[in-house]
């Protein structure tokens, strides 16, 4: 072969090579233009995927809204008045019956009206809330409570709530700016009460107060019965013992009978005598007594006058 059918040949073979590399490197440019478009498209997707997933709003208002927030109410109160309870009885040595505090706390009525949107929903969705939250209470709670604070020198109910900007309407509490916060979390309604209530401390301290009361006044009572109880088998023990005996019947006295006045006895000649002369009196009329002569005999020593008139 000739010098120039070499020369020929090898540049066939480069021109070959840079062919299939030029070919190559077409082919991955435009393989890199055509994924571009995917790409951006996919990418897209995935940010309206990831913005979709935000959790929607929830209206503050919503009928299980509501129910959350009454719920989360009732919790959070018989824990307060279970706690505080629990601190009155400590610190006056005397023990409560189990289930009491929870039975004055379910008592007590909820109520909310008037809910509003106070910040809109942030980025996980969650919204601020605020409405007029009420609890009623039952009238005897409230006496007792006033009673346990006027006992301890403690402010008024009425003070309180008026520092707590709490109307009172009978024996209803209101807070007219209960703040609360509302969501969605796994698929679920989330209701979460914001902060600290004034209105749930000063309901839940009525509870404990009235609960605290009413333990009190029946281990007075109870003391007070223990107490005539000891008093009564210490006279029972100390007074003796009469043992019944046998009576025998008195014959009864008969009545005295009236004596007879005493019989004078007189001659019968004397009381015809008297009786002759009291006849001849009353018939003669009466003439004045003529006096008996004395005899003159001065050897007599005495003369016997004999009077018919005279009485012997």
Not at 55 to 62: Q, V, W, Y
Not at 256 to 282: D, F, L, V
Not at 283 to 301: F, G, Q, R
Request: hydrophobic share 35%; glycine share 4%; proline share 6%.
């Amino acid at each position: 072969m000739s010098v120039a059918n070499i020369s020929l040949s090898k540049w066939h073979k480069v021109a070959g090579i840079g062919l299939v590399c030029g070919l190559a490197l077409a082919g991955c440019d435009r393989s890199d233009k055509e994924d571009t478009p995917e790409q951006a498209e996919l990418t897209e997707q995935e940010t309206v995927d990831a913005e979709n997933s935000v959790a929607p709003a929830i209206s503050c208002d919503d009928p299980m809204v509501q129910d959350r927030l009454k719920s989360a109410l009732k919790n959070t109160l018989n824990q307060q008045a279970q706690s505080l309870a629990a601190n009155y009885a400590n610190d006056a040595e005397i023990s409560l019956a189990n289930g009491v505090v929870s039975e004055k706390t379910n008592g007590v009525v909820i109520d909310v009206q008037n809910a509003a949107i106070l910040q809109q929903a942030n980025e996980n969705g969650m919204t601020t809330c605020q409405a007029s939250v009420s609890m009623t209470l039952p009238s005897e709670d409230l006496y007792q409570a006033s009673q346990v604070q006027a006992a301890n020198n403690q402010p008024s109910l009425q003070s309180r709530l008026a520092q707590d900007n709490i109307r009172i309407n009978n024996n209803m509490l209101v807070d007219d700016a209960f703040t609360y916060i509302v969501g969605t979390q796994g698929g679920q309604v989330r209701t979460r009460i914001a902060g600290q209530p004034a209105l749930i401390t000063v309901v839940a301290d009525v509870m404990a107060g009235s609960v605290f009361k009413t333990a009190m006044d029946e281990q007075r009572a109870q003391r007070a019965a223990e107490r005539r109880a000891t008093q009564n088998n210490d006279t029972t023990q100390t007074a003796p013992i009469r043992q019944p005996r046998t009576v025998t019947p008195v014959e009864p006295i008969r009545p005295t009978e009236p004596t007879p006045p005493p019989t004078i006895n007189k001659p019968a000649e004397s009381q015809n005598s008297s009786t002759a002369n009291t006849q001849a009196a009353a018939a003669e009329p009466s003439k004045p007594a003529t006096p008996k002569a004395v005899p003159k005999d001065e050897t007599i020593d005495m003369v016997i006058i004999e009077d018919n008139s005279a009485t012997y």
